[in-house]
């Protein structure tokens, strides 16, 4: 049998144990094979439908509604002892009734605390506010409290503490309601008043943590893998809300073994997934793998009583709320995080931070396209191939030229055969597939054919205003803006730079010119994160540099103008040294007799530049332009890595606004590849006004 899961260190060691003691009880031999996490999910629903996946896997339950809808996950109600479990855990994996899949360990968050620091952890928010103050020293970069404020997965136990709902009575996602406003409102006010970080990411956390520069961080229970070994801590449940009295309760998520119904062995696959969540697998995953088993009969083990972590985080979990599995969840997700940023980076007051996610769910999550009839498309395609039939056919004569002059055709295609073959599936065939793909709408696995449904959507700007950033005008004159200032700041610096490296008398030119392609030669993402990180605005080497000249530092990334101008700064120190070498290795190729003459004709160096160096450079420098306002153009990295699109996506550009429809608003696959078509057509028009200039230049050349 065959399984797979995303677990990695002492994780999958006890899952390997598990499956060996599966196999020796049973003698069934059990296959393991480890995905990463963030692509799991997708390789799952590619693979089971085709019979291809695997009999058993492990995953959180949030997507469970989604695998029941594609029908890769088996209902486990015949076989499952639900008495065996939290009756939360057994909620978590239940759909319509049914329960599917065998819990295997519960996540949550809870309160870490460095018991040097904190020796005892607070019991309610009154407590929590009176020792922030003490372990508090904005001037040192110390705090009280450090957890990734810019997610609302870890903001959701201020939210419910607050006695806010995330769905109506209906189910419907809720977001403009009093408990979400007051619970916006206590973040900011610890924000402002330097007990937590800005900007804060797990990466950021987890450094402050170690360096013992925060006293109490919020976290699941992988984070204690992170922790280094010289630090003392303790875990506890988050603190009590001291208004409401309500306890602040996170998002509980259940990790389950799941069977495929393909499973060419459902009666065996079942069997494993019963046997790794409870018995032994469950000790095993407790004492080595360190997970807080969902199996009830794993607490009375001893070794996993005296493990303050898991008892900890089991007590969390008991006043945890289960996330929902249901599509509603998965659309809270970007709205409720352009909310929360909105508010943390002083953009918008929280009492208008619901109204805002409000707005931007019902734009992304537009209404279904009605159906249309594939035979007026089907019939235009058919047109148009008899076309191009009759076409050839009335031209066969031109083909008889061309067999003369090449009469071993048949042999050169030989040679040419994997080249076209590889264009065929690596350009036609995806080109292909993304064009017809745009004239359908996905939702929950199933396709229905909307014919240009999702183009008229797009262009008309339906839910949205063509000022606001999901209007697809928006985001193109953002991107033309992004590549023109690109293009033009990359050659200007790469042609002062080239100049400079071509000046004879110049010492170490040589070095200069290797140093100065290194930022070429590193891999943009490295890059990306590098200056994303010197862009911090509590931790940036930039505002650093601010406050030793004496200036304010700057949230770089609250406005359009300097989240913009953090893009393009990052890109620009990327694209350079490109135009460098090309504008270095053209000067180069310039007679220095040219120069001379017009020396003696009196020539300044201004006009030598202007009527020698530049006409001569203009055959070089234009194609380096094209591809260069090209790569710029779908430059998806930097945008994604460096601002997010922050703020609230006003800096995405078409490229990364296709690739948020596809796979962070509810995989809209048909409206995303409508988008990658339409990008597809404006490139095709810059191509062709390119293509004109450049006869032009060489025309003017010739």
């Known amino acids: ?179 979400m406003v007051r619970s916006l409102e206590y973040v900011k006010r610890l924000q402002d008043s330097r007990f937590i970080p800005m900007e804060t990411s797990g990466a950021l956390v987890k450094s402050l943590f170690n360096d013992e520069r925060a006293a109490m961080v919020v976290s699941g229970p992988w984070f204690a893998g992170e922790i280094a070994p010289s630090v003392k801590y303790g875990v506890a449940q988050l603190p009590r809300n001291s208004e409401t009295g309500r306890p602040m309760s996170p998002f509980l998520g259940v990790e389950a073994a799941f069977v495929s119904p393909r499973s060419a062995q459902l009666p065996q696959a079942q069997a494993l997934a019963r046997f790794l969540s409870v018995g032994a697998a469950s000790r095993l995953r407790a004492v080595t793998g360190r997970q807080v088993p969902a199996n009830a009969a794993a607490y009375e083990d001893s070794a996993v009583q005296e493990d303050s972590l898991i008892s900890s985080f089991r007590q969390a979990a008991a006043n945890a709320t289960p996330m929902p599995n249901t599509l509603e969840m998965a659309r809270v997700w970007e709205p409720m995080k352009l909310a929360l940023r909105a508010v943390l980076q002083g953009g918008v007051a929280p009492a208008e931070a619901g109204a805002l996610a409000d707005r931007r769910y019902r734009a992304l999550h537009r209404e279904r396209p009605p159906d249309a009839s594939p035979v007026p498309y089907l019939a235009v395609g058919a047109l148009a191939l008899v076309a191009g039939g009759a076409y050839l056919a009335r031209k066969p004569r031109a083909l008889l030229p061309f067999r003369r002059r090449y009469p071993d055709v048949a042999r050169a295609a030989v040679y040419t055969g994997p080249a076209v073959a590889g264009l065929l599936v690596l350009v036609a065939v995806p080109f292909v597939v993304g064009i017809s793909l745009s004239l359908f709408h996905h939702e929950a696995g199933s396709y229905s054919f909307v014919g240009l449904a999702n183009f008229a959507d797009i262009l008309a700007s339906r839910g949205y205003r063509i000022s606001e950033p999901l209007s697809f005008y928006f985001t193109l004159v953002v991107t033309v803006a992004w590549t023109l200032v690109n293009v033009v700041l990359h050659v200007g610096l790469g042609l002062f730079l080239a100049i400079l490296l071509k000046e004879p008398l110049l010492k170490l030119r040589g070095v200069f010119r290797v140093l100065l392609i290194v930022p070429w030669a590193v891999p943009n993402y490295i890059t990306a994160l590098m200056w994303k990180g010197l862009f911090h605005r509590q931790f940036g080497a930039i505002n650093g540099f ?157």
């Open 1 to 179: 049998m065959k399984l797979w899961h995303s677990y990695r260190g002492a994780e999958e060691e006890a899952l390997e144990k598990s499956a060996a003691l599966f196999e020796q009880q049973t003698g069934e031999k059990v296959d393991l094979l480890a995905i990463p996490n963030d692509v799991l999910g997708d390789k799952l629903t590619a693979a089971i439908p085709h019979g291809v996946g695997p009999d058993v896997f492990i995953f959180n339950h949030e997507r469970l509604r989604s695998f029941q809808h594609l029908g890769i996950v088996t209902a486990s109600d015949g076989s499952i002892d639900k008495s065996a479990y939290f009756a939360n855990a057994v909620d978590a994996l239940s759909v319509d009734g049914k329960t599917y899949g065998y819990p295997l360990s519960l996540k949550c968050l809870a309160l870490y605390f460095n018991t040097r620091l904190v020796p005892r952890p607070p019991a309610d928010t009154t407590e929590l506010e009176r020792l922030l103050p003490g372990l508090s020293r904005p001037d040192e970069n110390r705090f009280g409290l450090a957890y990734e404020t810019g997610n609302f997965y870890f903001h959701a136990p201020f939210l419910f503490g607050f006695g806010g709902d995330l769905f109506d009575a209906g189910g419907r996602a809720t977001f403009d309601t009093k408990g």
């Open 546 to 702: 601010l406050v030793l000249l004496g200036l304010e530092p700057v949230s770089w990334f609250t406005r359009f103008s300097t989240s913009f101008a953090a893009n393009v700064a990052t890109n620009t120190w990327l694209g350079f040294p490109f135009m460098m070498v090309v504008a270095l290795g053209a000067l180069q190729s310039i007679p220095q007799d040219l120069y001379e003459a017009a020396e003696v004709d009196g020539a300044s160096k201004w006009v030598q530049f202007r009527r020698i160096t530049l006409p001569l450079l203009r055959p070089a420098l234009l194609p380096a332009v094209i591809l260069g306002s090209v790569w710029t153009f779908n430059m998806f990295n930097i945008i994604y890595l460096v601002s997010g699109g922050e703020p609230g996506g006003s800096t995405d550009i078409l490229v990364s606004e296709a690739y948020r429809w596809a796979f962070q608003r509810n995989e809209q696959y048909g409206f995303a590849a409508a988008y990658s078509v339409l990008i597809f057509f404006v490139l095709l028009g810059w191509s062709t006004v390119t293509k004109r200039v450049t006869r032009a230049t060489d025309e003017l050349m010739g």
